[in-house]
């Protein structure tokens, strides 16, 4: 019979990241029963040796987490490769383009990534981005309504929206500003490093509204799907 578990008193007792892991990759109807279980054996371990009883908590969870990992997270599991794919393909096309040092420049983060979190959030709240979140990594029962779904994914349209906006928006200045400051005689030798800087806003918006657009997609299909 499963031991007495509740979420807040069970992983104040048990090794906190290893539980709060297994807690997250179970299905919603073995959380408590499973994670019962492991405390209650646990507890009794740890009377002769906290030590080995950490030990054994952590190999237990870990092993069953993964046993249901890909069943109840798939969807989670995929996102984040995608993700990950995504990037992994850009630098390689960055290093053989010649370098990723040449695609990195603070002041283009810093004009196109906080303000397009800030005109998410000025569109939404900090209750909707923390739900998207949850949606997307699959972290609770996902009880959301219709609406409450389609909050969450506004969230990532209008901050995908506006990176790709700002960085068009800050590229069509910095082409200003060359077509304006650049002398005819250096033409030729500063033009092309001008307008490579100038460019790279846009393609930081870009790349900002693929992810962003992949994440309101995921939870588009969510909401139709529960």
Not at 21 to 40: R, S
Not at 146 to 162: D, M, P, Q, W
Request: aromatic fraction near 14%; glycine fraction near 8%; charged fraction near 15%.
């Amino acid at each position: 019979m499963a031991g007495a578990y509740t979420k807040g008193a069970g992983l104040m007792q048990v090794p906190k990241y290893t539980s709060k892991f297994l807690y997250w990759a179970l299905p919603p109807n073995l959380k408590e029963p499973v994670l019962g279980d492991l405390t209650e054996e646990y507890v009794e371990r740890r009377l002769t040796n906290p030590i080995s009883a950490r030990i054994w908590f952590q190999n237990q969870a870990v092993r069953s987490a993964f046993q249901f990992l890909w069943k109840t997270k798939r969807g989670f599991i995929m996102f984040v490769f995608s993700i990950l794919a995504f990037v992994g393909f850009t630098l390689f096309a960055m290093i053989l383009s010649g370098g990723i040092d040449m695609f990195i420049d603070a002041p283009s983060f810093l004009i196109v990534v906080p303000p397009a979190l800030i005109f998410g959030l000025a569109a939404t709240s900090m209750a909707d981005v923390k739900r998207g979140i949850s949606i997307l990594t699959m972290s609770d029962d996902m009880d959301y309504s219709i609406l409450e779904y389609k909050r969450a994914g506004h969230f990532f349209n209008v901050t995908g929206n506006s990176a790709m906006l700002l960085g068009a928006v800050m590229t069509l200045i910095g082409w200003i500003a060359i077509g304006s400051e650049l002398p005819a005689e250096d033409f030729s030798a500063v033009f092309g490093p001008a307008f490579a800087v100038s460019i790279l806003t846009m393609v930081l918006g870009l790349a900002i509204k693929i992810i962003c657009h992949v994440a309101q997609e995921k939870i588009r299909y969510l909401a139709e799907f529960y």
